[in-house]
């Protein structure tokens, strides 16, 4: 389930663990930070194939922690582990869309209400 408008998303886990993930304005700031370049630029390098396992791992990370859940970097290669890397990059990849919604579809719904 994903709420647009304040950028969550639930991602679901193997072994029935759910977690609340945000990429709120601080979250993609610090995943920027963390990765030392734009948001943009990240979801760029995740369509050409070219982001590490590393970088899944940060994003993934800092999306948790931002949805409020206290999980560790340790914790999250264990989901990854778990959830395997194909899936992993479909659930970054997930929230790398997420990040860069711009909401119009929802103002469009509004609109026609």
């Known amino acids: 389930m994903t709420n647009l408008l304040k ?5 679901n886990f193997p072994n029935d663990v759910s977690y609340k993930a945000k990429m709120s304005l601080d979250t ?4 920027e ?3 030392g370049t734009s948001i943009l630029k990240i979801a760029n390098k995740l369509s050409a194939g070219e982001l590490s396992l590393m970088e899944i791992i940060t994003i993934m990370t800092l ?3 931002a949805g409020g859940n206290d999980v560790k970097d340790a914790d999250i290669k264990k ?5 395997g890397l194909i899936e992993s990059i479909k659930v ?3 929230l790398l869309t997420l990040a ?3 909401g119009e579809k929802q103002d469009e719904k509004k609109s026609e209400s």
């Open 7 to 11: 950028a969550e998303k639930i991602i």
């Open 28 to 31: 993609i700031m610090g995943i």
């Open 33 to 35: 930070s963390a990765l």
């Open 63 to 65: 999306s948790l922690r």
């Open 79 to 83: 989901l990854v582990s778990d959830l």
């Open 92 to 94: 970054t990849g997930d």
């Open 100 to 102: 860069l919604d711009t």
